[in-house]
T-cell receptor
Framework: AQKITQTQPGMFVQEKEAVTLDCTYDTSDQSYGLFWYKQPSSGEMIFLIYQGSYDEQNATEGRYSLNFQKARKSANLVISASQLGDSAMYFCAMREPETGANNLFFGTGTRLTVIP | EAGVTQFPSHSVIEKGQTVTLRCDPISGHDNLYWYRRVMGKEIKFLLHFVKESKQDESGMPNNRFLAERTGGTYSTLKVQPAELEDSGVYFC????????????FGSGTRLTVV
């Protein structure tokens, strides 16, 4: 079964508007971590934001916030005041440290296009 | 500090040939990871080094893939012989501590097997 599901292959948003990128996850662990990465056309994977499963507050980093709904197993990324430079692929990922492994499980990504 | 460096950025090879990808992690990062993204699919874990030792190689697809990390510094991933389905983008990432969520990824190597 897919551990990370991103159901939006592509999204469009008007510049200066907010956009939500969906991510749902599947785990039976109590302790896990959720990540969002941005991949611009240049190829590098840029870490955006992290949410631990025990964190009571939603993570925020500048214009990025993570809408963490534990009961629904969702970890949506919200980008406020979109900029043209936000156009990129966005990947949601999860780490399950209880398994003893330290690797990340990724979704298939969402391509965000910001329209001027 | 310098980031994670991967070389080459692109490689086009014929089926049956050998290709070696290289990753230079951030200096001092003991943990090094290889991932792969086949077109249109999710990024998948291949293996994890702690220093020069293979901590987890559960994601390696088959024995045509060989990863090494000499002296716990840079790492190479060799594909021999390459098959068409090996095409994709190969990412390397490094982190300082076990459990450190601050993974730093490289820009990837785009491998095309024709």
């Amino acid at each position: 079964a897919q551990k990370i599901t991103q159901t939006q292959p592509g999204m469009f948003v008007q510049e200066k508007e907010a956009v939500t990128l969906d991510c749902t996850y599947d785990t039976s662990d109590q302790s896990y971590g959720l990540f969002w990465y941005k991949q611009p056309s240049s190829g590098e994977m840029i870490f955006l934001i992290y949410q631990g499963s025990y964190d009571e507050q939603n993570a925020t980093e500048g214009r990025y916030s993570l809408n963490f709904q534990k009961a629904r197993k969702s970890a949506n990324l919200v980008i406020s005041a979109s900029q043209l430079g936000d156009s990129a692929m966005y990947f949601c990922a999860m780490r399950e440290p209880e398994t003893g492994a330290n690797n990340l499980f990724f979704g298939t990504g969402t391509r965000l296009t910001v329209i001027p | 500090e310098a980031g994670v460096t991967q070389f080459p950025s692109h490689s086009v090879i014929e089926k049956g040939q050998t290709v070696t990808l290289r990753c230079d992690p951030i200096s001092g990062h003991d943990n090094l990871y290889w991932y792969r993204r086949v077109m249109g699919k999710e990024i998948k874990f291949l293996l994890h080094f702690v220093k020069e030792s293979k901590q987890d190689e559960s994601g390696m697809p088959n024995n045509r893939f060989l990863a090494e990390r000499t002296g716990g510094t840079y790492s190479t991933l060799k594909v021999q012989p390459a098959e068409l389905e090996d095409s994709g983008v190969y990412f390397c990432a490094s982190s300082q501590e076990w459990g450190d969520y601050g993974y730093t990824f490289g820009s990837g190597t785009r491998l095309t097997v024709v």
